[in-house]
Nanobody
Framework: QVQLVESGGGLVQAGDSLRLSCAASGRTFSIMGWFRQAPGKEREFVIAITWSGIYTKYADSVKGRFTISRDNARNTVYLQMNSLKPEDTAVYYC??????????????????WGQGTQVTVSS
């Protein structure tokens, strides 16, 4: 059974940093990524990475502030968020794509999802 379990969310102040983790179980995935959804808004792509870790894809809104990495031995992907802003407030979802080899920003390409973790950035 495939499971994605996120951790690391919380309440921080603007300018702070936070690291989210997503531990996958059941199988490995070629692509893993993060999406987020703020209240009243649609789910949006944040960042994704290939199995090799060589190729990444970023949303323009997080370039220069967020980075993604993965530890394949632990089957875990990490989202390092620096210089957080109030507009980063959202539920962050880990996602896994088992069929593609290049990261996509389209949520329909992802096959498995975590339950989400809340990130709140106060001003």
């Amino acid at each position: 059974q495939v499971q994605l379990v996120e951790s690391g969310g919380g309440l921080v102040q603007a300018g702070d940093s936070l690291r989210l983790s997503c531990a996958a179980s059941g199988r490995t995935f070629s692509i893993m990524g993060w999406f987020r959804q703020a209240p009243g808004k649609e789910r949006e792509f944040v960042i994704a990475i290939t199995w090799s870790g060589i190729y990444t894809k970023y949303a323009d809104s997080v370039k220069g502030r967020f980075t993604i990495s993965r530890d394949n031995a632990r089957n875990t992907v990490y989202l390092q968020m620096n210089s957080l802003k109030p507009e980063d407030t959202a539920v962050y979802y880990c996602a896994a794509d088992e069929k593609n080899f290049a990261p996509s920003a389209d949520y329909v390409e992802y096959d498995y999802w975590g339950q989400g973790t809340q990130v709140t950035v106060s001003s």
